[in-house]
């Protein structure tokens, strides 16, 4: 019996790729992932037997891929950011079902709040919420609501996938309901292409970020009622004595 791995492969750069991540792709047979996601990497890996499947292809290659691990395969899933963060172990957990075979192994990676973040300063030192604003598989109203309730929380927020081709407005809605209860200049940060190609950051206003035509490789960061910019940069404090 084979073995599937899900690996967390960062922004897709080496430098933001972990030791365990690179021996995991490095080890395996099989390498299998969303094409933009394989395209990042394969080159780095030769030799390989390629699965991948274009977007809203999730399931299907997950069962490709254990599939191939119970025909005695090594398979690498590479997922963009961490595996399990908005990535495939979940889901190959949940097809594998109740069989401890093939095994599953989950490597973490670097996920796109904690690059993007760094770009921007420091905004997540206390306390955050991380919240997709795609709709495909998480209904509206479901997203609204857990946005009130980061707001209540008063949790620095951010916000994964802001906006596609197919939904160009879930940014913009996304901040029309913050603007209801947050303060138009709450300090706010968006970020595009971590660790890629066309790398790029921007400090902006909550009300300034309900406009930006942001894609899927945008990450936005929404501050708390700390956050405040500090030498061009985005810092929530942690709440240190004597600072």
Not at 7 to 34: K, W
Not at 133 to 142: C, D
Not at 145 to 159: C, F, I, P, Q
């Amino acid at each position: 019996m084979g073995k599937v791995t899900v690996v967390g492969i960062g922004p897709g750069n080496d430098a933001n790729m972990t030791f365990l991540a690179d021996r995991a792709i490095r080890e395996c047979q099989v390498l299998a992932g969303y094409t933009v996601y394989v395209n990042l990497v394969k080159d780095r890996y030769p030799g390989k037997e390629i699965i991948t499947t274009p977007m809203t292809g999730e399931a299907r290659r997950c069962r490709m891929a254990l599939s191939a691990a119970r025909e005695g395969k090594r398979v690498a899933m590479v997922c963009s950011g961490d595996s399990g963060v908005y990535g495939m172990a979940g889901l190959l957990y949940e097809l594998r079902g109740t069989d401890r075979e093939p095994e599953i192994e989950v490597i973490p990676g670097l996920t796109a709040a904690l690059s993007g973040g760094a770009l921007l300063g420091a905004p997540l030192t206390h306390d955050f919420c991380v919240l997709s604003l795609s709709n495909r598989l998480t209904p509206w109203e479901l997203i609204e609501k857990r946005l009130d309730a980061a707001v209540s929380g008063d949790y620095a927020l951010v916000l994964y996938n802001p906006a596609s081709g197919a939904r160009p407005d879930t940014l913009r809605l996304a901040c029309q309901r913050l603007l209801k209860r947050l303060p138009a200049d709450r300090p706010c940060g968006i970020v595009r292409n971590v660790g890629r190609e066309g790398e790029s950051w921007e400090l902006l206003t909550l009300e300034r970020l309900r406009d930006y035509p942001a894609d899927m490789f945008c990450t936005a960061f929404v501050g708390n009622s700390t956050t405040q910019i500090i030498g061009g940069k985005l810092v929530t404090p942690r709440g240190y004595p004597n600072v």
